[in-house]
């Protein structure tokens, strides 16, 4: 729960000859080089820019994070699945915890953490809550009334709503906020005037962004649990969904993502993908556009087969963030997506 911001060992980033997915061996590079292009992949379409780090990356930002955290001292974090709370306990109990942090719904299964019963919980004990709210927004769920003491957003996302400003906003009581805030001028960091004015400018439609988004991704969760080509839909709104009465307790709509498995592997899955016309194939969400992504090749793309498999990515997971488009046009869209495979 409470998170180390230093940690001690960096991977090295750098092109890797992966079986499930990458290219053939890669090529030795000079070590002067400070980025190179992987081999071609046999996914054709798939082949990417791989960027390698200098061989002395990894080593600089150990070095300065060592010495950053002698100034700071390190917090001991111990991680829970998000919804086991007898583990929650367990650690509460164990350990002299002081932050439980989490999100909820969390990316990108959109599973959902009891928000008034862990804050009864960490509260017990001294522990502070805090939570990153991003995919619900502001509007699915109010955090700070269910108990937790801060509230996370990604502001790039819903807030802003339109896919053009990186920003980050947190909220809690002034006694919290306040320490944050003074670091925040000591470090710097401010957000350029523009900035804020295109979130200022998104805020001004929130509330008819989600109200369509909560709406299309709702059916489209429906059709595509219903589809015999999609083999399973992670999406909170859904009786199937674990969370599924936590959710409708505690938001009052269940977001415009949905994530999805096709019935095939990860070149059908592709396949999928680039047969649509509609999403852009980007990382984000919460935009006026809808996006799609592919989380083993592009999110999860440092990670082996087996690697993802921990923590639940196959090959065959999509996860779409459906914008303020017309449900029938998504509708027809991913309908004759579905139809390509």
Not at 54 to 79: E, H, W
């Amino acid at each position: 729960m409470a998170v180390s911001s230093c940690p001690r060992v960096f991977p090295t980033f750098e092109c890797r000859s992966d079986p499930d997915y990458a290219g053939t061996t890669r090529p030795e590079h000079p070590s002067s080089a400070r980025f190179a292009t992987a081999g071609k992949s046999r996914l054709g379409g798939l082949s990417s820019l791989i960027l390698r780090f200098p061989p002395n990356f990894a080593r600089q930002l150990s070095t300065k994070a060592r010495r950053n955290c002698g100034n700071i001292g390190v917090a001991q974090a111990t991680v829970v699945d998000p919804a086991d709370v007898h583990a929650l306990e367990s650690a509460l109990y164990k350990n002299q915890v002081t932050l439980f942090f989490t999100e909820t719904p969390t990316n990108p299964f959109l599973r959902c953490v009891d928000i008034e019963l862990v804050s009864k919980l960490c509260h017990s004990k001294g522990a502070l809550v805090c939570v990153d709210g991003t995919f619900a927004t502001p509007l699915n769920q109010k955090a700070l009334a269910l108990g937790a003491d801060i509230v996370l957003h990604s502001a790039t996302k819903y807030i802003a709503g339109h896919n053009d400003v990186l920003a980050g906003c947190i909220s809690g009581s002034e006694k919290l906020i306040a320490p944050v805030r003074m670091l925040h001028n000591v470090l710097g960091g401010a957000l350029n005037p523009n900035a804020a004015y295109l979130i200022i400018r998104g805020m001004k439609t929130l509330h008819l962004r989600i109200q369509q988004q909560n709406t299309t991704a709702l059916k489209m969760a429906r059709l595509l649990e219903a589809h015999p080509k999609v083999s399973r839909v992670y999406y909170s709104g859904l009786a199937s969904h674990p969370e599924h009465y936590l959710a409708k307790r505690q938001m009052t709509g269940f977001g415009g993502v949905v994530s999805f498995e096709i019935n095939g592997d990860l070149m059908t899955t592709a396949k999928f993908i680039d047969a649509l016309k509609i999403p852009y194939i980007a990382p984000s969400f919460g935009g006026c556009e809808s996006i799609v992504d592919q989380p083993a090749i592009m999110s999860y793309w440092d990670l082996s087969q087996l690697e993802r498999a921990k923590f639940g990515i196959k090959d065959n997971l999509v996860r779409f963030s459906f914008g303020v488009e017309d449900f029938e046009d998504l509708k027809a869209d991913i309908l004759q997506a579905l139809e390509a495979i």
